[in-house]
């Protein structure tokens, strides 16, 4: 059975920073990008950044790109997002996911259960 | 990357057929044949309902079914079922590598 359990959330104040892990597990990991999507409180889904399998290959939102770093140690099954000089704005429900085949398509076949990021003073 | 364009709600009764609209540019939606459809309940994590624009993962129902014209992408929902109930988001490939979400349909079940 697949599973995505994220962790590392939490109260933050504006400028700090966190660091996001997502621990994989029913499947060969190092063969599927991943990706981290936001989700404000209240509000739609965000895409942040995606992974490639190798972690050769990064790709982040304009939103987010020189802030936050996307990682994977395919040898413990995990995947992180180092998030620095964080914003209010960043405020929200933080999932990682499974990319479904193709890393183009964007398709996210398993979705962790989320973990909460609040910056605040 | 600006967020597609989605209704903000849409409503049906059991049974019946609705349709959620998924607009994009010619740069996203309407340039790769890339567009996927997540069901939303309250407090809970998205499910995968339709990717490659017309394709449904293992598991879910042929009720929901996926088309694209221009840049417009569509989810179609036959048969509506209380359970249906939920938050829909359509996502795209777009330009520079990235990939952007709609701003989320509620459907309401009458």
């Known amino acids: 059975e697949v599973q995505l359990l994220e962790s590392g959330g939490g109260l933050v104040q504006p400028g700090g920073s966190l660091r996001l892990s997502c621990a994989a597990s029913?499947?060969?990991?190092?063969?599927?990008?991943m990706t981290w999507v936001r989700q404000a409180p209240g509000k739609g889904l965000d895409w942040v950044s995606t992974?490639?399998?190798?972690?050769?290959?990064?790709y982040y939102a304009d939103s987010v790109k020189g802030r936050f770093t996307i990682s994977r140690d395919n040898s413990k099954n995990t995947l992180y997002l180092q998030m620095n000089s964080l914003r209010v704005e960043d405020t929200a429900v933080y999932y990682c996911?499974?990319?479904?085949?193709?890393?183009?398509?964007?398709?996210?076949?398993?979705w962790g259960q989320g973990t909460l990021v609040t910056v605040s003073s | 990357q600006s967020a597609l364009t989605q209704p903000a709600s849409v409503s049906g009764s059991p049974g019946q057929s609705i349709t959620i609209s998924c607009t994009g540019t010619?740069?996203?939606?309407?340039?790769?044949?890339?567009v996927s459809w997540y069901q939303q309940h309250p407090g809970k994590a998205p499910k995968l309902m339709i990717y490659?624009?017309?394709f449904r993962p293992s598991g879910i129902s042929d009720r929901f079914s996926g088309s694209k014209s221009g840049n417009t992408a569509s989810l179609t929902i036959s048969g509506l079922l209380a359970e249906d109930e939920a938050h829909y988001y359509c996502?795209?490939?777009?330009?520079?590598?990235?990939?952007?979400f709609g701003g989320g349909t509620k459907l309401t079940v009458l």
């Open positions: 992974i490639n399998g190798g972690g050769g290959g990064t």
């Open positions: 996911a499974r990319v479904l085949a193709s890393l183009s398509a964007g398709a996210y076949d398993y």
């Open positions: 996502s795209s490939y777009g330009s520079s590598i990235t990939w952007v």
């Open positions: 029913g499947f060969t990991f190092r063969n599927f990008a």
């Open positions: 010619s740069s996203d939606v309407g340039a790769y044949n890339y």
């Open positions: 490659d624009v017309t």
